[in-house]
């Protein structure tokens, strides 16, 4: 499943417009849609891996949506963003702070899982231990 995200994510998107709307578009959708698939199916085995994984894929659809939000940007007039309320630099910043939480949220977890482990996250580390044994 894994595989075919990133395929659909990397590979395919070359055969639209470097850059395009479309291009954009159709990464959001499949990123949805496997963002929509991980929260549902919960494919790992620790609870605290799934979190993570849907809140990496909300991120992943964050970016392009707001990608798309700057691309569409570019194409109105001055007095259209205006009306708008569209700000080019508000969307960086909230990519910037988005991209920034993910990595903060990942810190978060190992320092949580190294201090405090979830007894659903000791009973797999556990039982994966007895079985190697």
């Given at each position: 499943?894994?595989?075919?995200?990133?395929?659909?994510l990397?590979g395919?998107?070359v055969?639209?417009?470097?850059?395009?709307?479309?291009?954009?578009?159709f990464?959001?959708?499949?990123s949805?849609?496997?963002?929509?698939?991980?929260?549902?199916?919960?494919?790992?085995?620790?609870?605290?891996?799934?979190t993570?994984?849907?809140f990496?894929?909300?991120?992943?659809?964050?970016?392009?949506?707001?990608?798309f939000?700057?691309?569409?940007?570019?194409?109105?007039?001055s007095?259209?963003?205006?009306?708008?309320?569209?700000?080019?630099?508000?969307?960086?910043?909230?990519l910037?702070?988005s991209?920034?939480?993910?990595?903060?949220?990942?810190?978060?977890y190992?320092?949580s899982?190294?201090?405090l482990?979830?007894?659903?996250?000791?009973?797999i580390?556990v039982?994966?231990?007895k079985?190697?044994?």
């Open positions: 499943m894994e595989c075919l995200r990133k395929l659909l990397t395919f998107v055969f639209f417009y470097e850059g395009s709307a479309l291009q954009i578009l990464g959001l959708t499949f949805i849609i496997f963002l929509t698939l991980y929260s549902k199916l919960d494919p790992y085995l620790m609870p605290s891996n799934n993570f994984a849907s990496v894929h909300f991120q992943i659809s964050f970016t392009l949506m707001i990608s939000g700057l691309r569409v940007n570019e194409r109105f007039s007095e259209e963003k205006e009306s708008m309320k569209l700000n080019s630099e508000m969307l960086s910043y909230a910037l702070l991209s920034l939480s993910v990595l903060l949220l990942g810190v978060c190992i320092l899982a190294v201090v482990p979830s007894s659903k996250d000791m009973i580390l039982g994966e231990k079985e190697k044994n």
